[in-house]
């Protein structure tokens, strides 16, 4: 089945520095990569997503890239701001089952604790 | 629009006992799926459904039973809890349509003793 692993699994940065975190995926067949972001205590939420027809995406200081190639797809987020503290998850999926249609199992890395220090 | 609701919010079980946490969502989505979140673990899928009457295992099924019986709910049952079943547990859902999109519920903090 599909794995994703995530790097780092801590980061912590100064505010207005830029962070990077990193995801591989080992199933080919994965169309659909999310971001989510989890503060303290909360449900994860999305902030992000990128299909495989796209190798690029942006929203305001996040952007996700993704390179199909080499199995693998990253986070960035520029001018860091302390309320961007959290746990970042990305994430894998493609279509489950036979009996599926549109649905796509999504599979989570293990997560990157981000820390923005003012 | 209250989104996915899962009930109790918290729960202390004695190992063996058996158990249903709930889920419900109010925005007519067809895919649902429940998953442990555990430290250092990110989350893993438990069982997931694709429709009312259908469901399929994840990643770590064992020990759980769901069933979709409508759209709006889809309950997990532990069948004997265990220590190791000790965990945050999430429901989402999807619509599918565009693909992913999930929303999450509020989560159950689950602990076995």
């Known amino acids: 089945g599909e794995n994703v692993e995530q790097h780092p699994s801590t980061l912590s940065v100064q505010e207005g520095d830029s962070a990077v975190i990193k995801c591989t995926y080992s199933d080919s067949a994965s169309n659909y990569f999310p971001w989510y972001k989890q503060e303290l205590g909360k449900r994860p939420q999305l902030i992000i997503d990128?299909?495989?027809?796209?190798g690029e995406k942006k929203d305001q200081r996040i952007a996700v890239t993704l390179n199909k190639t080499a199995k693998h797809f990253s986070l960035h987020i520029t001018e860091t701001q302390p309320e961007d503290s959290a746990v970042y998850f990305c994430a894998a999926s493609k279509p489950a089952s036979m009996f599926s249609g549109g649905y796509n199992k999504l599979i989570f890395g293990a997560g990157t604790r981000l820390a923005v220090h003012p | 629009n209250a989104g996915v609701t899962q009930t109790p919010k918290f729960q202390v079980l004695k190992t063996g006992q058996s158990m249903t946490l709930q889920c419900a969502q109010d925005?007519?989505?067809?895919?649902m799926s429940w998953y442990r979140q555990d430290p250092g673990m990110g989350l893993r899928l438990i069982h997931y459904s694709v429709g009312a009457g259908i469901t399929d295992q994840g990643e770590v099924p064992n020990g759980y039973n769901v069933s979709r019986s409508t759209t709006e709910d889809f309950p997990l049952r532990l069948l004997s809890a265990a220590p190791s079943q000790t965990s945050v547990y999430f429901c989402?859902?999807?619509?599918?349509?565009?693909?992913?999109?999930?929303?999450f519920g509020s989560g159950t903090r689950l602990t076995v003793v």
């Open positions: 989402a859902s999807s619509s599918g349509v565009p693909l992913g999109g999930y929303t």
């Open positions: 925005m007519n989505h067809e895919y």
């Open positions: 990128i299909r495989s027809n796209v």
